[in-house]
């Protein structure tokens, strides 16, 4: 395998929100291709409960769009107020500045991306212990992840949301999903526009990783 190759992906797919070219449109068989490769993802007990809703209907694309844009915008008011209340760092209102305008352009056009892509899979967390959720989620996440892997590979970006969910029920009266199937995220697909992704700022991995117990750090190696 071609490491360097590889790791540009992984290093470089990031959220698109405002760059997401919202006037071109995206080949149906470049998404089929893409979900030919995430179904290649494990799944617990090889259950393959995993399902794909792929919506290009425009009149159902704004529909979801502006419950998303109202579920953004009682999340944002939220976080106005915790942050009023407790108060933040500069720098953090500096880091966080450009993710929030980035987060609001997409509230306000989620109703006009080209594509939108909701991973689902049977089975409802209510009333599930943690192991039976992390099993549900974890029989679906790797799927979608790989889905925008595949996408990146391919010059499209796309934003792993969850805002939608405020209003599953009403996603799920629009495109006729269950009532015993669980919507993981809401994937808006598009080409993005100007030219590639550099690695995002992180917090180096050593100071989020222990060993072997909370807390330690690996040793300095000789």
């Not at 880091?95 to 109703?111: C, E, I, T």
């Not at 209510?126 to 974890?138: I, K, T």
């Not at 996603?171 to 993981?184: C, E, F, M, S």
């Amino acid at each position: 395998m071609d490491l360097s190759a590889i790791d540009e992906l992984l290093k470089t797919t990031r959220s698109v929100r405002k760059r997401l070219d919202l006037s071109r449109a995206v080949p149906l068989d470049i998404i089929q291709e893409c979900l030919e490769i995430a179904i290649q993802a494990p799944t617990g007990g090889n259950s393959q409960g995993w399902r794909f809703v792929v919506v290009t209907d425009p009149a159902k694309i704004a529909a979801i769009g502006e419950h998303y844009r109202e579920s953004f915008y009682i999340y944002a008011r939220a976080r106005d107020e915790q942050a009023a209340t407790q108060g933040t760092g500069e720098l953090y209102e500096q880091q966080q500045m450009r993710v929030v305008k980035s987060a609001v352009y997409l509230a306000n056009n989620m109703g006009r991306v080209p594509v939108m892509v909701i991973p689902c899979i049977h089975g409802r967390v209510e009333n599930l212990g943690p192991m039976a959720q992390a099993g549900l989620y974890g029989s679906i996440l790797p799927a979608a992840w790989s889905f925008m892997l595949a996408l990146r590979a391919r010059g499209l970006g796309a934003a792993w949301t969850t805002l939608h969910l405020r209003y599953e029920k009403e996603a799920a009266a629009i495109l006729g999903i269950p009532a015993d199937v669980t919507q993981a995220a809401l994937l808006p697909v598009a080409y993005y526009t100007g030219e590639g992704f550099q690695p995002a700022k992180r917090i180096p991995a050593p100071e989020v990783t222990s060993w072997n117990q909370w807390g330690e750090q690996l040793p300095p190696l000789l």
